[in-house]
């Protein structure tokens, strides 16, 4: 190479340079890149796999970067799904897939492989789902990809990328009591909309971060999907190498962004001013703050609820549930109100369990179910009437995103969600 | 590598319910969802389209679900390559991966009007409107993505680079 002073890279760029062996690669440019780890579901691993066999390959290219999780519609809900399941676990067992997770063992897969350590710093991951952008909280880039993909993915280890222009969150001061990473989230999807960072690189940095818990940056990068990014991805800190102490079953490699690197956009983002959020039916940057609900509230009437959904791969994590339990200890869910609270992982559940969270949940009359995807996508354990109303931690309120059409899903943060279960309607968890 | 056809144009957030209706998704079958592409939208669409033609979107085309339906069918149906303003992430994969060529041009994507004869270079990413004379210039397709359209879609193409096809 030449003397020539050296192009500056986002994040992302790097990562992706470094992946497909360049010393520069550019928003725009098409790449191909070794994958570190490639994910599939119950629901898009069957035909993924049936994609695999077309090749005639005999084996995955590393039965140690493969990772099988049947989450969506287990256990099985009916006999299509155990049909899909089955698919699923014979390939892992005539693979010798590694990261297979039954049931007793799995998680919502995007809560389970960061906890096993699967996904470390400066990792290429894809996974044919398209909330596999939660692994950026580590400092990895990942994305998600449609099943042609992820069998491309499994048997050559390789995936086509078009590398992301980015945008550059800088985030100040620190987050105020009652507010975590959801409602940071849900303001910025609410403030860009839902395509305000397509197919680009959500890049959050700035002295906010520090301040940020892990569960809270894994909730503010599930969702970058939702702004129709391709990743989003924070910096690696002190926080994020205790995390994946004792865990990450690979060596790290810690990227950072270069000082002089090219954004699309650079937003600041005062965390200190940022006030509960919710977003309002059918889209997820429909949103409002708690103090413009409670306006609402006095000129038409509280927002009354018939269920509250407390879980998922956004906000299922152990922080989440404490969360939950600070606003249900000793209180009782209003009558009339059905709160289904879902750890995301077997691990997350059993912590849960010893800390006393789950003995708060069941005398506060919530049901916790067994680990799953089940009510997030509407697939069972939760699904809504015609006509119903519910608050979710989850990540999208489409139009029957949890049932029935002309039902309707606020999206809103574990505290939120558990202080509005006592109230009966959507309720400011400053007052609770 | 290039293509030519006739255009049609269709407007923003085209989504993959538009491209495929769900009720139509019993099969993968190119030849049989071709007969119902865009058809909410424009049912004669499916009866004029002819092998080799060209689409042409406006911003946001294939948001909505990620199903790999929609450019099975825009391709099942003769389309040689889709032109929009912007496209949507996962369709943009998909549509690849399925062997669709399609190019991002907002010039293009405004300038052509339905019916204009067109043809594109995916060699140079030279857009050519033979009916208006006028020529719009897109990022050319770089050589493996070429490769992938070239092989018919990403798993054929793997098989092709292994010399088995
Ligand atoms: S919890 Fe919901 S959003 Fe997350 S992977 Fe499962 S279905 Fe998708």
């Known amino acids: ?38 994910l599939g579901n119950d629901i898009t691993a069957p035909p993924a796999i049936k994609e695999f066999t077309k090749l005639g390959q005999p084996a995955v290219f590393d039965n140690k970067r493969i990772a099988l999780v049947p989450d969506h519609f287990t256990p099985n809900k009916d006999i299509q799904s155990a049909e899909q399941c089955r698919q699923m676990r014979v390939f892992a067992h005539d693979q010798s897939i590694e990261n297979y997770f039954e ?18 710093p400066g990792d290429v991951v894809i996974g044919a789902d398209s909330h596999t952008c939660t692994y950026g909280a580590l400092g990895a880039f990942s994305t998600g990809i449609g099943s042609t993909d992820m069998a491309a993915g499994m048997a050559t280890g390789l995936c086509w990328f078009r590398v992301p222009e980015a945008i550059q969150f800088v985030l100040k001061g620190k987050l105020s009591e009652h507010v975590s990473g959801k409602d940071v989230i849900l303001h910025i999807i609410g403030k860009i909309g839902v395509d305000g960072a397509r197919y680009q690189s959500m890049e959050f940095v700035g002295e906010g971060v520090a301040s940020l818990t892990m569960d809270d940056r894994f909730t503010i990068a599930n969702m970058a999907i939702e702004a129709g990014a391709k990743n989003g991805i924070f910096p690696v800190d002190e926080r994020t190498k205790a995390y994946l102490e004792n865990r990450g079953k690979r060596p790290s490699v810690i990227f950072e962004a270069d000082q002089d690197a090219v954004y699309a956009q650079v937003i600041e983002i005062d965390l200190a001013a940022i006030r509960p959020t919710v977003s309002f039916p059918h889209s997820p940057d429909n949103t409002r703050t708690i103090d413009e609900i409670e306006r609402m509230e006095q000129e038409k009437g509280a927002i009354t609820i018939d269920q509250v959904v407390i879980g ?79 608050v979710a931690t989850t990540n999208r309120n489409f139009v029957g995103r949890m049932g029935h059409t002309e039902s309707e899903i606020y999206l809103a943060s574990p505290a939120v969600a558990a202080a509005s279960a006592v109230a009966g309607k959507i309720a400011n968890p400053e007052r609770a | 590598m290039s293509t030519s056809g006739r255009a049609f144009k269709f407007g923003d957030n085209i989504d993959t319910d538009v491209i495929i209706p769900a009720r139509y998704l019993s099969t993968a079958d190119p030849e049989i969802l071709a007969k119902y592409c865009m058809i909410d939208i424009d049912d004669t669409f499916a009866g004029k389209v002819q092998k080799g033609d060209i689409m042409i979107g406006g911003r946001n085309f294939g948001c909505g679900s990620s199903r790999e339906h929609a450019p099975i069918a825009i391709k099942g149906a003769g389309v040689s390559c889709v032109i929009a303003e912007t496209f949507a992430r996962i369709f943009y994969r998909n549509a690849f991966n399925i062997g669709l060529p399609i190019i991002e041009c907002a010039e293009a994507a405004r300038k052509i009007a339905d019916g204009d004869e067109i043809r594109v270079d995916f060699e140079s990413g030279k857009i050519e409107n033979i009916t208006k004379g006028e020529t719009y210039q897109a990022q050319p397709l770089p050589p493996f993505m070429r490769d992938i359209i070239d092989g018919g879609g990403l798993i054929a193409s793997i098989k092709k680079s292994r010399g088995e096809a």
């Not at chain 1, 760029?13 to 550019?26: P, R």
């Not at chain 1, 049931?103 to 470390?120: C, R, Y």
């Open chain 1, 103 to 120: 049931i007793g063992e799995m998680g919502i897969e995007h809560a389970l492989l960061p906890e096993k350590g699967l996904v470390v």
């Open chain 1, 312 to 390: 998922s791969c956004t906000n299922g994590r152990l922080d989440d549930l404490r969360i939950a339990a600070r606003y249900l200890k000793g209180k009782k869910v209003a009558k009339g109100v059905r709160v289904i609270i879902f750890p995301a992982t077997q691990k997350i559940y059993l912590d849960a369990l010893r800390e006393g969270l789950i003995e708060i949940f069941i005398e506060a009359g919530a049901i916790v179910s067994t680990p799953t995807c089940g009510p997030c996508l509407g697939g069972h354990m939760g699904i809504l009437a015609k006509g119903e109303r519910a």
């Open chain 1, 1 to 38: 190479m030449s003397t020539q002073a050296k192009q500056p890279m986002t994040m992302t760029q790097k990562i992706l340079a470094a992946h497909a062996g360049k010393d520069f690669v550019a928003p725009g440019e098409f790449i191909q890149a070794k994958l570190d780890l490639v």
